[in-house]
Nanobody
Framework: VQLQASGGGLMQAGGSLSLSCAAS????????GGWFRQAPGKEREFVAA????????VYADSVKGRFTISRDNAKNTLYLQMNSLKAEDTAIYYC???????????????????WGQGTLVTVSS
């Protein structure tokens, strides 16, 4: 499956941005979808994930209550709604997909074998 992330941009702290990730090449519904981010000089870190059916989601503590991950399998698209943005949310955001991912390993980037190209989110304070 090929992934294409979009929706990044510049936003003031406290604002909102919505990211999208369009999947093509294979039915996205068979994959667990995830969002990761990488800030300058830091390693890529887990942000959020959603299981195939969309009923179960997992979030990093740093974004819980502010970000919402969702998916529309009919449109082969993964979303990340980001509210109450903070300067520390500044990073390149990557969408990812993987199969047969279980709850205990869903935060590990090694579990995802398909990645989008990344979209830059900059939050000014």
């Amino acid at each position: 499956v090929q992934l294409q992330a979009s929706g990044g941009g510049l936003m003031q702290a406290g604002g909102s941005l919505s990211l999208s990730c369009a999947a093509s090449g294979r039915t996205f519904s068979v994959y667990t979808g995830g969002w990761f981010r990488q800030a300058p000089g830091k390693e890529r870190e887990f942000v959020a994930a959603i299981f195939r059916g969309g009923g179960s989601t997992v979030y990093a503590d740093s974004v819980k209550g502010r970000f919402t991950i969702s998916r529309d399998n009919a449109k082969n698209t993964l979303y990340l709604q980001m509210n109450s943005l903070k300067a520390e949310d500044t990073a390149i955001y990557y969408c990812a997909a993987g199969r047969q991912i279980i709850l205990t390993t869903i935060r590990l980037r090694e579990q995802y074998n398909h990645w989008g190209q990344g979209t830059l989110v900059t939050v000014s304070s």
